[in-house]
């Protein structure tokens, strides 16, 4: 074969089916035409994806820089923490871009946090350190406002009476958050919800670990009255998956990750990383949970012309309904389509027509 031929063979070629000519890079992608349907879609399922996580770190002292590497490493935007065991509230870096807002006593005891990267850092709203056991902070995710908690319970063998002071202040903290906010709750709840869900299927996944004992029972009724759900019970894991807490031959899951029951659907994952050399009995807890980041967008003039020309027996009722407000006073000095404007634009989520 001349060299004629050889150059007309080389031109003519084409890659083999399985070479990377036909592969089409993930990682980065913008314009997701060209990834295939099923793909595209998983893609679009990440976005406004969190990583959420809770740990005892049994102190903070000495620790901050490492559990700042550590977060980075495993890609955390928020870490609740308890045992902190500084003096009084503050807020103070801790490296890699991590902010700590942290809530304490006069003893150095105890004392809880939470920790938030660079991006949501910037996005608190509120803080609020009720006590050395309990804070929240809110932040703005979008369109919705995530309330983060952190807790920390009494030790097994405390008093009664402390015990059902969290639980009172836990649920108070709890229904002093609107309805229609998000609650991301990390807490180390020193109790056993047992296994199964034996009766509290409304809070409990079937996923659990170990015995139940009475505080078990008595977190479980007070999450089931508040509609929250334990995320981590909800996925069925191996056993060094499951268990946070390690000493010697006895483990026991104590930290527990609780979201609303309407959130449980947008959590991906809940699992423990082990290996992690930090605290050496308590074990990192993460979720994978998505809220939407997009913001509603408003009605505009367009946007009620449109529903004039299509609906027009419905614009008819807004006009009834809205021409004259709550007290009976009428406005004469605005016409009907800034009227029926005015009214979209303020309460206009009660009305049915508009597919809300």
């Not at 089916?17 to 992608?29: E, I, K, N, T, Y």
């Not at 955390?76 to 870096?93: D, H, M, N, S």
């Not at 991590?98 to 006593?105: C, Q």
């Not at 309407?262 to 290996?275: E, L, Q, S």
Request: charge should be positive; include cysteine; aromatic fraction near 6%.
């Amino acid at each position: 074969m001349d060299r004629n031929h050889i150059l007309l063979a080389s031109e003519n070629a084409r890659a083999s089916p399985v070479c990377d000519a036909h592969r089409q890079p993930l990682d980065g992608v913008r314009n997701m035409q060209r990834v295939p349907s099923a793909q595209r879609r998983r893609l679009k399922k990440r976005v406004g994806e969190w990583r959420c996580a809770t740990w005892n770190i049994g102190t903070m002292n000495g620790r901050s820089r490492e559990i700042a590497e550590t977060l980075k490493q495993r890609k955390v935007k928020i870490l609740c923490v308890q045992e902190v065991r500084w003096r009084g509230g503050g807020v103070i870096e801790i490296g890699e871009g991590y902010k700590l807002y942290y809530s304490g006593n006069r003893t150095g005891r105890n004392g809880v946090g939470i920790i938030l990267d660079e991006e949501l850092k910037q996005r608190v709203v509120e803080v609020q350190r009720p006590s050395d056991r309990l804070m929240t902070i809110k932040v703005l995710a979008g369109k919705s406002l995530v309330n983060i908690v952190s807790g920390y319970t009494q030790q097994i063998g405390c008093e009664d009476q402390e015990e059902e002071e969290f639980r009172e202040q836990l649920e108070q903290s709890v229904r002093e958050i609107p309805e229609e906010e998000e609650i991301i709750l990390g807490a180390d709840l020193n109790c056993n919800v047992g296994e199964t869900a034996g009766g509290y299927e409304a809070c409990h996944g079937g996923f659990g670990y170990g015995l139940r004992n009475e505080e078990g029972e008595k977190m479980l009724e007070t999450l089931e009255s508040l509609e929250l759900v334990l995320v981590n019970t909800g996925f069925k894991n191996r056993d060094e998956h499951i268990t946070t807490y390690r000493s010697g031959d006895s483990s026991s899951q104590m930290d527990f990750l609780v979201v609303r029951k309407r959130t449980r659907k947008n959590v991906r994952d809940a699992k423990v990383i082990p290996g992690e050399a930090v605290a050496y009995q308590y074990r990192l807890l993460v979720m994978d949970v998505t809220f939407s980041t997009k913001r509603k967008r408003e009605t505009t003039g367009k946007k009620l012309q449109k529903i004039k020309r299509t609906n027009g027996k419905n614009y008819q009722k807004w006009k009834v309904r809205y021409s004259k407000p709550a007290g009976g006073v009428s406005h004469p000095q605005e016409d009907e389509d800034e009227q029926v404007s005015r009214h979209i634009g303020g309460g206009g989520r009660n009305v049915g027509c508009l597919g809300e």
